[in-house]
């Protein structure tokens, strides 16, 4: 009888540093200009708001329109606020449409550090379009002063900016979150063009119908609750009901989402 050996060969990796968090940082923010979609992605969030930032532009020159730093700010929110939570999104779901999940969550057992690595690299590249944002912002208020004549006019503090930030990153936690809920990069899209264009306008009609709604509509109405962001100034009411309308439709969809990502089954 032949014997068996019971020596087995085993890979000893006791001296292997395990991949550095700052590395994996650097991967996944190389990874969304990597793709396709995630380079065109980028490429259209500027090139779309200098395009809103013209056509602003226009319009208060044409109508004579008093225009300042702060409304072509606000004017930057329109595109960005629709395409750098698709951004959020993709950044997930790439990872199964690309059948890269295998590879990464092999190189990185920890999913959980893996995706916290995406979602600092998606928060930087969020902190990244709002700068060119505010860059394209100043150039239109500049253009705008000389096509119109008048004087330049800026009106924005450290506060507005700060505000202005949180409200991006906010944009992209969202789509990362419906990103992870869904491991879909078309069903996370649709459903999160939904909760944005839909909702909002039901939420509204509800409150204008319902007093009882109106008063609860700040508390439930994500949309809603981000708006003063926009204003320069929150009052302590108004954080709280960021806070909590946060809570129903970023971290509990964040959570259960997580749950799926740590659950799924990667072929």
């Known amino acids: ?14 001296g292997t540093r395990p991949i550095s968090f ?3 940082i650097r991967v996944e923010l ?4 990597d793709t396709r ?11 779309v708001t200098a395009l809103v930032m013209l056509i602003q532009i226009w319009v208060s020159a044409a109508n004579d329109l008093p225009t300042d730093f ?4 606000v004017g930057t929110n329109t595109p960005m606020g629709v395409l750098l939570p698709v951004l959020g999104i993709l950044g997930v779901t790439q ?4 059948r890269t999940a295998l590879v ?8 959980t550090r893996l995706f916290a690595a995406k979602f600092v690299g998606l ?3 969020a902190g990244g379009a709002a700068i060119v944002g505010l860059v394209l912002a100043a150039i239109a208020n500049l253009v705008f002063a000389g096509v119109s004549g008048e004087s330049i006019e800026w009106g924005v503090g450290a506060t507005d900016i700060g505000l202005f930030f949180v409200l991006q990153a906010l944009g992209l936690a969202t789509g990362f979150a419906f990103g992870t809920l869904f491991l879909s990069s078309p069903v996370a899209i649709v459903l999160y063009f939904v909760y944005s264009f839909v909702l909002p306008p039901l939420f509204g009609l509800g409150a204008a119908l319902m007093d009882w709604f109106a008063k609860i509509q700040p508390w439930v109405d994500f949309s809603y609750a981000q708006s003063p962001l926009l204003s320069g100034s929150v009052s302590g009411k108004e954080w709280a009901h960021l806070a909590v309308s946060s809570l129903i439709w970023l971290v509990l969809p964040l959570v259960v989402g997580m749950w799926r990502v740590l659950r799924a089954e990667v072929k």
Do not use: C, N, Y
Not at 1 to 14: N, Q
């Open 95 to 98: 990872e199964w449409s690309q």
């Open 30 to 33: 190389r990874k969304m200009a």
């Open 123 to 125: 928060m930087i590249w």
């Open 1 to 14: 009888m032949t014997a068996v050996p019971t020596d087995v060969m085993v890979l000893d990796t006791a």
């Open 37 to 47: 979609a995630g380079l065109w992605l980028l490429v259209s969030i500027g090139l």
């Open 22 to 24: 700052s590395r994996l």
């Open 70 to 73: 702060h409304d072509f700010m």
């Open 104 to 111: 990464s969550f092999t190189l990185v057992p920890s999913r």
